[in-house]
């Protein structure tokens, strides 16, 4: 099987990587000629011999939009998209109507395994008609993790579903990060405590929490045994906020997820607006103390 993938990034590159040793052809295109297996994507799709597979992973929204409009014009009734970024799932609804008026199919594809997906391989979430997901089948078989297929890939539901799938995914990753992180907090606080790092390796076998996120930090930790090298500062990709957002949409009470993510953008302030509001309300009403800048 000969496929194109357009996006060659830290996944997109391991994903073409992990593809050629599992037996697929990949033809790649990035706007980085030095890793772009051609000049454009007009020349990835001529080397491509109907019907096309056509994998696209690059950031969500207008990047991914310009790609679909891109392959619109350049693919043919039977070829396949799908969608390997983070798109959210709303989007992928549209881009499979658009691609669908040319005949062209449509799976959304949410992926995860980050760095460490061309060694352990990738946990792929499918939304989409199960006729294109066995169409494409060799190509998740390649990516996915060894062993049982229904441990790292499952063929979630309709258009939409393996990006919602990804997006839950990714909400409950933002919880338990958050509750490591706490837990690291702590310990590091208490004077009696004399080796956190210690602590969180001991966690890693025969504990309820023990997990691949427990095992990074570990490795966090032996690399930077205090974390100096780095800033308290965390970005949202934008699944966290999605699910929140989902949650309220759908009456479902997720204080945990929700938490987390709120702690994400208090990370990014170094002076809150909103905690000089209590500050002034405490002094106001008790008459306590405030420190003055």
Same mark, same amino acid.
């Given at each position: ?78 070829? +396949? !998209? ?8 709303? /989007?992928?609804? @549209?881009?499979?109507?658009?691609? =669908?008026?040319? *005949? ?112 990074? +930090? !570990? ?8 974390? /100096?090298?780095? @800033?308290?500062?965390?970005?949202? =990709?934008?699944? *966290? ?53």
């Amino acid at each position: 099987m000969h496929i194109g993938l357009v996006g060659l990034g830290k996944m997109g590159g391991n994903m073409r990587s992990r593809l050629r040793k599992g037996g697929i052809e990949v033809t790649g295109y990035a706007r980085t000629r030095e890793v772009s297996d051609c000049d454009s994507i007009e020349e990835m799709v001529s080397k491509i011999s109907s019907p096309r597979i056509v994998w696209v992973m690059v950031p969500h929204g207008k990047p991914t939009d310009e790609i679909i409009d891109k392959l619109e014009t350049l693919l043919s009734a039977g070829d +396949l !998209v799908i969608e390997g970024g983070n798109s959210r799932f709303t /989007d992928d609804q @549209r881009h499979s109507e658009q691609l =669908s008026k040319k *005949g062209i199919g449509y799976l959304d594809c949410g992926v995860s395994g980050g760095v460490w997906g061309l060694e352990n391989g990738y946990g792929l979430m499918v939304g989409g008609p199960k006729k294109l997901v066995d169409t494409a089948m060799p190509v998740f078989d390649a990516l996915r993790p060894e062993g049982e297929r229904s441990e790292g890939f499952v063929h979630v539901g309709d258009v939409g579903a393996g990006h919602y799938a990804k997006m839950v995914h990714n909400g409950i990753e933002y919880g338990m990060m958050q509750s490591f992180a706490e837990g690291y907090e702590l310990l590091n606080k208490k004077d009696i405590i004399k080796d956190v790092h210690g602590t969180f390796k001991a966690w890693q076998r025969g504990t309820v929490v023990r997990s691949w996120l427990l095992d990074l +930090l !570990v490795r966090a930790l032996e690399e930077d045994p205090n974390l /100096d090298r780095i @800033r308290g500062y965390v970005e949202d =990709s934008g699944e *966290g906020r999605w699910t929140v957002e989902e949650a309220i949409a759908n009456s479902v009470p997720m204080p945990a997820i929700t938490a987390s993510l709120f702690a994400r953008f208090a990370s990014r302030q170094d002076d809150s607006d909103a905690m000089k509001a209590v500050a002034a309300l405490r002094q106001q009403f008790g008459g306590h103390s405030v420190k003055e800048k």
